[in-house]
């Protein structure tokens, strides 16, 4: 198993650009979550999917950002247009239904982002 | 709403010295608690996990006892290597099985030789 698989690893932009992260789950794996990582803010939970379907988005900074998950293994974090205060590293993390680790989520290795 | 406090760091030790991260929690329900690690340029790991109250996670090397009673889930280590050296996030998901997780801000430690 490849694990959860995030792209680019690295990605430096000018303000204003738009920010395209991806994601690949676990396969088999049918819920889906999008977190940030700064040091003011720490993790902080953006948006996550059960079976592709988004359930809870409140998380999302503001409507600049948005996220898909057009199948189950797939799932894009969008930033248009980017600001400065956007860099970050974003990682993806996935969870298996009925895995006896309840509530365990497998991280991807993340992507870093700098807006410039 | 939920949230989880941890100490702050960084934690400097030397090599074979023991470790506590202290970590305590507010929530409803019974929530399940979770330690993460992050080596450097990789994401987040998990290192052990508890279920329900006075369970005890446990793995290499890494125990850490949930105390309802003290709303507290703290890490401990008797003697640590420099190989440990990362971030260590404590973490909850309420009871609502959704698999969110609210983390705490997350302790650097860093171990000598």
């Known amino acids: 198993d490849a694990g959860v698989i995030q792209s680019p690893r690295h990605e430096v932009t000018e303000m204003g650009q738009e920010v395209t992260l991806r994601c690949k789950p676990i396969?088999?794996?049918?819920?889906l979550f999008w977190y940030r990582q700064t040091m003011m803010r720490g993790l902080e939970l953006l948006i996550y999917f059960n079976n592709n379907v988004p359930i809870d988005d409140s998380g999302m900074p503001e409507d600049r950002f948005s996220a898909k998950m057009p199948n189950a293994s797939f799932s894009t974090l969008k930033i248009q247009p980017s600001e400065p205060r956007d860099s970050a590293v974003y990682f993806c993390?996935?969870?298996?239904?009925?895995?006896?680790?309840?509530?365990?989520?497998?991280f991807g290795a993340g992507s870093r982002l700098t807006v410039l | 709403g939920n949230s989880v406090t941890q100490m702050e760091g960084p934690v400097t030790l030397s090599e074979e010295a023991f470790l506590t991260i202290n970590c305590t929690y507010t929530?409803?329900?019974?929530?399940?608690l979770f330690w993460y690690v992050q080596y450097p340029g990789e994401g987040l790991q998990l290192l052990l996990k508890?279920?329900?109250?006075?369970d005890k996670g446990s793995n290499k090397g890494f125990e850490a006892t949930y105390r309802k009673e003290t709303t507290s889930f703290h890490l401990e280590k008797g003697s640590v290597q420099v190989s440990d050296s990362a971030v260590y996030f404590c973490a909850l998901s309420d009871s609502s099985n959704t698999g969110k997780l609210i983390f705490g801000q997350g302790t650097t430690l860093q171990v000598k030789p």
């Open positions: 993390a996935s969870r298996g239904q009925g895995y006896s680790g309840a509530n365990v989520l497998t």
């Open positions: 508890a279920t329900k109250a006075d």
């Open positions: 396969s088999g794996h049918n819920s």
């Open positions: 929530a409803t329900g019974y929530p399940s």
